[in-house]
């Protein structure tokens, strides 16, 4: 993957491969041991069903591992991010 400088994701729009909006990202979790990165918070869309995600103080949590693209906005695949 390219690399992209953080502050340059900071409130980017998330969207699925199918098109549909997740919503803006919030912030990003990372193990600080090993520097991996963990999940995408991301403020949820009004119109996605958070039921079917993993969430914690509002925000659902998207593993990083289920990122596709980042350009205008951040891909992630719904299904890899789903419990």
Avoid: Q
Avoid at 18 to 44: E, K, Q
């Amino acid at each position: 993957m390219v690399k992209v400088m953080a502050k340059k994701l900071s409130n980017k729009k998330i969207m699925g491969t199918d098109g549909s909006d997740m919503g803006i990202l919030y912030n990003i979790t990372c193990d600080m041991r090993t520097g991996d990165l963990i999940d995408l918070m991301v403020r949820p869309d009004m119109t996605l069903n958070v039921e079917n995600y993993r969430t914690e103080d509002g925000f659902v949590l998207i593993p990083f591992s289920a990122v596709r693209a980042v350009k205008d906005y951040i891909v992630v695949d719904k299904k890899a991010s789903t419990t």
